[in-house]
């Protein structure tokens, strides 16, 4: 017997990342899933998407658990896209039950004016708004909607300060997330359908590990006109958190997302609930 024995789960950005640990630990308790990811780099973000061959090892994984997966390629700024690769996966497993908006970017690039603004609002923000609003409709009481946050946005000179404009969207569509979880939780409670949101702190993957985050980190070194490496922010890293750490792994947000799509936390809704080691204790607070 899983926790979600019978429930079907959509999860946007599932191509590698927390994405793919929450399709791996929802399935692991008996959830079909409905995997999105965009599949292709987006100009504004110095570092690659997830792949084809990413979300194909997702679907593997998932499948070797011995769950149901329907893998689609789909950008969450579509939502016609969304919408064809929901429809997908209705057809296959007839129901969807929990929603992950996990999908996200830092991007900090400006090909053109504000680039990296426009497109971190259109996937940080709009897309889990678009990922909700696809869904939605296809909810009954008893589902769980879960947006993927963060306590940067939650915090004041984190990736705002970054200099660039991504950065800026970045905290703004996080900080956005609070008020949309405590505005439309209230709307959808009456329908016995649950809306959360998780804040992480740093996490292990690729939009925390690539160049422009070490940089960040490490202002220091780039002023000395050097190129940070992972070692040098690796030394940085733990300032962000009071408790003695570099950052959480993904496997710790599922857990997080196992309970709030589960029973266990049935009359949880409208909560941003922070993942982030007293991250937000230590920092000055955006909101
Ligand atoms: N890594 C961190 O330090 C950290 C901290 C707090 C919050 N977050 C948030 O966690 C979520 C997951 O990110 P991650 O840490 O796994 O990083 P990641 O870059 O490994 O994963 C993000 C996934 O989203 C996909 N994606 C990006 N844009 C998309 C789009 N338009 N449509 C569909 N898929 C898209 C990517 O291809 C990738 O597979 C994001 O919302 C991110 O903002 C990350």
Redesign the pocket.
Known sequence: MGKLDGKVAFI??????????HAIKLASEGADIIA?????D?PS?N?????AE??AQTVKEVEALGRGIVAVK?????KE?LKAALDQGLARFGRVDIVC??????PMKDNTLIEGFI?GM???FV??HNTVAVVAPHLQAGASIII??????LMKNTTEAMGKTGGVA?SFA?RLVFQYIETLALQLAPHSIRLNA????????????NDD?YSAFRPDLVAEGKTPTREDAEVAFPFMQPMPIS?IE?GD?SALVLFLASEDSRYITGLNIRLDAGSMLKGERAI
């Open positions: 946007t950005g599932a191509g590698r990342g927390q994405g793919r640990s999105v990811d965009i599949c292709e987006i973000v570092y690659e998407m997830a792949s990413d979300l789909a950008d969450v700024r579509l896209q908006a996990n999908a996200g970017i830092l497109d259109d996937v940080d897309g889990a993927t946050g963060s306590t940067a946005g970045y996080k998780i804040h992480p702190t740093n996490v292990n993957t690729r939009l925390l590990q985050i950052f993904p947000v």
